[in-house]
């Protein structure tokens, strides 16, 4: 029997019109968004649903936008496929907050809240630094650190074979996509993000996320959800929590965090959320996995058609 596994969008997923034709076919989705929207305090739907791009893609609007439509998506699965069972979740950077509510950490309103006040602490730090990020193809590990050791840099996301992403000062982003093509790197394009995510850049989004994790009640996880940080299972509440302070600075460990789940015999993942970017890593990871993608109504009904094979 195939061990299955949820992954969850991360930022940069976001895109006009996600979520909207979930809404208009199912009626519990609309209820989910009007929820969002009540206890955010403001229309996040709309947002999400119609734009504008410039106000989807801040920070604060675009992480919990992500969010919400990736908790949609897995709550219309468990409708259309009542017996539909997972064994772990994962999410990339953001989307390990909706992995771990998935898991019941903590509650759909509390996990919503604490994004939305992530991209805002980030959006903050954001425009208190001068940052950026660039996507390095075609070039290993080794070779990228030492782009990054000699620009200034680091390296924020080890997403698949051939796919990294490094985050830094813009002026020295810009130096070290030229060390990276002269390194053999087959393109190094520089990102457009609001700042250098994953960086220590970002240390002043830390505390704030800190203040607001310890007044959340957080719960066990239910099933086991895989850290960024670590590449392996959080461990406990306490760990949890310091785990998530420390991922705002941290290299995100996607390629590891899917082979550990490869290791422990899971062959089939579900990707919940905008886009499909966790799909392609996992080809470039495992082609032989079984990959399930659920971003929209047609993919949805696509999803529970392969699984109830």
Not at 116 to 126: S, T
Not at 177 to 202: F, I
Not at 252 to 269: H, K
Request: charged letters at 20%.
């Amino acid at each position: 029997m195939s061990k299955t596994a949820l992954l969850f969008a991360g930022q940069g997923a976001q895109v006009v019109g996600m979520g909207k034709d979930l809404a208009e076919k199912f009626p519990s989705a609309k209820e989910w968004f009007d929820r969002a929207n009540a206890a955010l305090g403001y229309d996040l739907a709309t947002i999400c649903f119609t734009g504008p791009e410039a106000e989807l893609t801040r920070t604060a609007n675009a992480q919990p936008g992500i969010f919400l439509v990736s908790w949609v998506a897995f709550e219309l699965l468990k409708e259309q496929w009542p017996g539909f069972q997972f064994a772990a979740t994962a999410g990339l950077s953001l989307g390990e907050f909706t992995a771990l509510t998935a898991a019941g950490v903590m509650t759909f309103a509390d996990g919503l809240r604490l994004v939305r006040a992530r991209g805002q602490f980030m959006q903050e730090a954001c425009e208190a630094t001068r940052g950026g990020m660039a996507a390095v193809i075609g070039l290993d590990e080794g070779p990228t650190r030492e782009v990054c050791a000699e620009a200034g840099v680091v390296l924020a996301n080890l997403n698949c074979p051939g796919q990294l992403v490094i985050s830094g000062e813009t002026e020295k982003i810009a130096k070290a996509c030229e060390l990276a093509k002269a390194k053999g790197a087959r393109r190094a394009l520089p990102l457009t993000v609001a700042g250098a995510y994953h960086s220590p850049l970002m240390a002043g989004a830390q505390p704030k996320l800190k203040q607001a994790l310890d007044q959340l009640e957080l719960r066990e996880p239910a099933v086991p959800v895989i850290s960024n940080v670590t590449a392996g299972l959080h461990e406990s509440i306490g760990t949890i929590r310091d785990r998530l302070v420390e991922q705002v600075t941290s290299s995100v460990r996607w390629e590891e965090s899917m082979r550990y789940l490869l290791g422990q015999g899971y062959t089939r993942f579900i990707e919940l959320g905008p886009g499909s970017a966790l799909s392609g890593f996992m080809k470039r990871i495992n082609k032989d996995a079984q990959m399930l993608n659920i971003s929209d109504a047609g993919s949805l009904e696509q999803a529970v058609k392969a699984l109830s094979a």
